[in-house]
């Protein structure tokens, strides 16, 4: 046996053994870091079940079939090239692996070069036709590379960044894994190694380079060994670098999918008032919610939320790449120290440990700035585009949490909406005892006075209130009464929802803001709700739940829709749509929470006689009109208007009429139309107030 042979040999194993010991110290070690850190509060059902089922179809989903990096088709595409690509090569490289570790042929050394694990289980053939693949599927992945260099440096797209020298490691290394299957299966055709009379053409086209620069059958028999080698040497480089490195979302992006819970999207976590930590909210690294911290590790600093973040989009400081980033920064820098001043101590002696140590993050790490905090409309379209399950909004909500409740810090625009629904449950501060004034000559009754109804109409606060959304109430009762819908609603003992407040980081007065309406609408047994607020229908349906309020909740505009088709309303054709277009403006809370897309715009096209013209951002990429989380009680950061943006690309669709489903649009995108002097061309109305208008 030759002893060069068996101390290459020895040379494999030992650099085995060190690449895997590494690699699987430092992702156990950083999982281990994310886990120290608080438990995850979801709802009730969701703490107590584990939800296999769920978690294996979010894995298969999104991590097998890759459907979020499909909202981007053809970065979809060339990502799928990538990530298929290993896959298909987890065969090969444990073919090399196995090879390497058993010496099997030491004796012969092209045998172990050679040695495939399906021509050992199998045949020569389908060896062969797995090797065909491979060389195909390793052109398919330096297509994809290339494609991802390219929008790197060369298109230079926002989001990226074009100084990233640990993407140039990563691309280098990828591509020399594909580069030396590729040269060394060429190699094989002009070298003992080659088994298979008629080679792939891949295959047999890089022999033919081999042979057309000189390479003979001895020394590509060496070229073989030389690639099986490099790349050997490149995988075990590659499990050393990518823990550590922004790529380790190859590692963990899978897990964050996996421990994925089944809560609705638009519910935040219920904060326990009670907790006898003391924690409210998150600034200390160790306080987040443990899912936050692994939503760090698993970030590809890809873009995509920067990109389709409002804030971000009109120029505030907010960047929602920034806050998961940051949050990576602290997990392994504050967050080692936590680990490190705590070891050896009992829980006692470690939590003194850990409190003379700052671990805060907030305005300690630039990208998580109160300005940032405080910009964020919890659209949730950062969460929405992000391929790998991250949440920002909720990392935001938890440090809006710890500034509200724990260091009273917010606008005093936000404070003073705060103390209207603590005194007169409403953001605008009208006296509660006027809340059902808009129902005045109508013949709207009370549950009060009647709670044998249907159906329970949740007015909301605009409704109410707002003299333009009272015209939208007002319209939505006509609509009822056209249908002949028993219905009432709660009138002065109805309150404010709390979405703002609960958005905006005031837990405390959204949790008694809800328990007051749950246990007035308990009491009346209301089983049904239907309102024409996002925000409240989304409160309503996803979050009252955590109190004790269960019921089967509707937006307007699913009810709206469900008595046009089974013919308890009908609608005609406006007569504006023969002399203008229409277009529809969707609202974050109804469309991205709660995946309603459908039935506002089937109304909208009832109205239009079936025309509608779509804005460039709409649907899941809609951009939103800037009110949401809390916004619509705070001052924007700059004139770059978030409303003013949206509004412009809702004009030009050349609509003359922009139909919302949501008081808050409606007056962010009024006031758009306003700020480009439109008022005399274009109108914007509510779905119910363009149903309303035509009836037949």
């Known amino acids: 046996m030759d002893s060069t042979r068996i101390a290459f040999h020895i040379i494999f194993i030992i650099l085995f053994a060190v690449a895997n010991v590494v690699f699987a110290r430092a992702v156990i070690y950083r999982l281990g870091l994310v886990f120290k850190a608080r438990p995850a509060k979801f709802n009730e059902d969701a703490r107590n079940n584990l939800n296999i089922g769920f978690r294996l179809k979010s894995f298969f989903v999104n991590v097998i079939l890759q459907k979020k990096n499909f909202n981007e088709p053809l970065r979809g595409v060339m990502h799928a090239f990538i990530f298929y690509g290993f896959i298909i090569y987890l065969l090969h490289t444990s073919s090399q692996m196995v090879a390497g570790i058993f010496g099997w042929g030491l004796a012969d050394l092209d045998e172990v070069y050679s040695f495939t694990i399906l021509g050992w289980l199998f045949s020569d053939s389908v060896e062969h036709v797995y090797v065909a693949i491979l060389n195909a599927v390793s052109l398919l992945v330096l297509v994809g590379l290339g494609f991802f260099a390219y ?55 890089i022999g033919s380079v081999w042979k057309a620069v000189g390479v003979d059958y001895m020394g590509a028999d060496i070229a073989f060994e030389v690639m099986w080698w490099g790349h050997i040497l490149t995988v075990f480089a590659f499990m050393l670098y990518v823990p550590t490195s922004k790529h380790a979302h190859l590692i963990f992006a899978p897990v964050n999918y996996f421990f994925a819970t089944d809560t609705p999207k638009g519910a935040l976590s219920k904060m326990d008032l009670e907790d006898e930590t003391g924690v409210w909210g998150s600034n200390r690294v160790e306080d987040f919610p443990w899912p936050n911290l692994l939503d760090g590790l698993s970030c590809i600093e890809c873009g995509r939320c920067q990109v389709q973040c409002p804030a971000n989009r009109t120029d505030k400081v907010l960047n929602p790449k920034a806050i998961i980033v940051e949050l990576k920064h602290a997990l392994m820098e504050k967050m080692v120290e936590v680990d490190n001043v705590s070891k050896g101590k009992t829980p006692e002696e470690a939590a003194e440990a850990i409190a003379a140590i700052d671990t805060g993050v907030i305005n300690t790490y630039e990208g998580l700035s109160e300005e940032a905090l405080w910009g964020c409309t919890t659209c949730y379209a950062c969460v929405e585009a992000c391929p790998v399950g991250n949440n920002q909004v909720n990392a935001i909500i938890e440090m809006r949490r710890h500034l509200v409740q724990v260091e009273s810090k917010m606008s005093p625009e936000l404070q003073g909406a705060f103390t209207k629904m603590e005194n007169n449950s409403n953001p605008w501060g009208v006296g509660a005892h006027t809340r059902a004034d808009w129902a005045q000559g109508l013949g709207v009754k009370t549950m009060a006075e009647d709670s044998n109804v249907d159906i329970l109409y949740w007015v909301g606060c605009a409704g109410a209130f707002d003299d333009r959304n009272k015209s939208i109430t007002q319209s939505f009762v006509k609509i009822l009464q056209k249908a002949d819908v028993n219905f009432g609603i709660l009138g002065t003992e109805e309150g404010c929802s709390g979405d703002s407040a609960r958005r905006g980081g005031n837990e405390y007065l959204y949790q008694t803001l809800a328990q007051q309406n749950i246990d007035t609408m308990n009491n009346y047994n209301v089983k049904k709700i239907v309102t024409a607020c996002p925000h409240c229908y989304n409160t309503i349906k996803n979050e009252y739940p955590q109190f004790g309020g269960n019921y089967e909740v509707y937006h307007h505009s699913d009810y709206i829709n469900q008595l046009a088709k089974e013919g308890k309303i009908d609608v005609n054709v406006s007569e504006d749509a023969n002399a203008g277009k229409f277009t529809y403006h969707d609202s974050c809370y109804l469309g991205r929470y709660n995946d309603n897309y459908d039935n506002p715009r089937e109304l909208v096209k009832k109205v239009s006689g079936g025309k509608l013209e779509e804005p460039i951002d709409t649907k899941t990429k809609g951009l939103c009109c800037g009110a949401g989380g809390a916004q619509m009680w705070m001052e924007e950061q700059n004139n770059n208007r978030v409303n003013v943006k949206r509004t412009k690309q809702l004009i030009d669709t050349g609509a003359t009429t922009i139909a919302t489903a949501c008081p808050f649009c409606i007056t962010m995108i009024t006031d758009g139309v306003k700020d480009e002097a439109k008022t005399d061309v274009v109108k914007v109305k509510d779905i119910a107030e363009l149903v309303a208008e035509n009836l037949a």
């Not at 060369?154 to 591509?175: E, N, R, T």
């Open 151 to 205: 929008r790197r440096w060369i298109q230079k797209a926002k989001g990226l960044d074009v100084h990233s020298p640990a993407s140039a490691i990563v691309i280098a290394m990828i591509s020399t894994l594909m580069i030396t299957t590729l040269l060394g299966e060429g190699a094989k055709t002009v070298a003992s190694v080659y088994n298979v009379a008629e080679p792939d053409i891949i295959a047999a086209g």
